[in-house]
């Protein structure tokens, strides 16, 4: 059971309209490290969750509380659009307009360009000057974005990239603006993308610590399966050999499992391809002359779908 309560986290409105901002905080709401990204992947990996139920809880805590980060944001963004298309309209396409008129353009088209070039125009047609959930180009939200595998070291790790994006793009919104009111809002939201951060790096070391899931995810699978003797090179597949200071490239792997070994020249491992031949039926060009002979016109040839005779029951 979800419960609503009125008031929000934490809002400070804006100083005054900007469609334009407006535009840009949709990526927060709709984009893909944006808060419905991070809700329902949350809440998908809560509901999906096997493990213990601490996980489990935590899972939901986040999720839920990401429902409230669209609410400000939906707030944030209404407040943004009250009375910005009709100030945009009547101030910023002035002067436009008459230069319109005194070239001979249509005044029509110039108002049309001025408006869209200052605001996303489905904030007025789709949603009566309202928050969408898309993207900050209209790209609505994909349930795509989101990743709930099973398996909760990877989820926790997809966890920490989504808030590391996330809290980043906040960040950069934060900068593009100087409205105190925006800034305090969006302060709050990256201090709550910090502890979520702190929080699934937390969770990973919980997890690993509880012996359930180590490295390499996933931990349940053999390890005498894999070819161990590739497990821990580092191929150098580009020239230079910078990449050979890196704490990947010698001592012991990450996972205790290994040594890291450095390969300055990889060398290819398997012959050189041999794609097999189309069927006739297909068409395809063959690599022969010769073999396309030998194939004939495929009058000969099996179908490519076996015939299916249905019955009917009832004879």
Partial sequence: ????????????PPEKPDAVYAMKIQELIGGTFGEMTVMMQYLFQGWNCRGPA????????????????????????????????????????????????????????????????????????VSGLGATPSDSVGYPWNGRFIVSSGNLLADFRSNLHAESQGRLQA???YEMTNDRGVKDTLSFMIARDTMHQNQWLAAIEDLESSGLETTPVP????LEL?????????????????????????GPSMDGKGEFQYVSHPQPLGPEPEPPQ???????????????????????????VESVTIKNPEV
């Fill in 1 to 12: 059971m979800f419960y609503h309560t009125k008031k929000l986290q934490y809002f400070k």
């Fill in 54 to 125: 601490k996980y489990r809880d935590l899972l939901l805590d986040t999720g839920t509380e990401e429902i409230g980060h669209i609410e400000m944001l939906a707030t944030t963004i209404a407040h943004l659009l009250d009375k910005a298309p009709l100030r945009l309209q009547e101030e910023g396409a002035k002067d436009a307009v008459v230069g319109a008129v005194m070239g001979g353009s249509k005044p029509g088209d110039v108002i049309n360009d001025v408006i869209a070039a200052a605001m996303n125009p489905q904030h007025a047609i």
């Fill in 171 to 173: 960040v950069r919104l």
């Fill in 219 to 222: 931990s349940s699978f053999p």
């Fill in 226 to 250: 894999e070819k161990r003797e590739f497990a821990y090179q580092f191929w150098n597949h580009s020239e230079g050999t910078e990449s050979a200071e890196g704490r990947w490239a010698k």
């Fill in 278 to 304: 189309p069927p006739t039926q297909l068409h395809g060009t063959p690599k022969t002359q010769q073999q396309q002979k030998v194939q004939g016109d495929g009058s000969n040839a099996p179908p490519l």
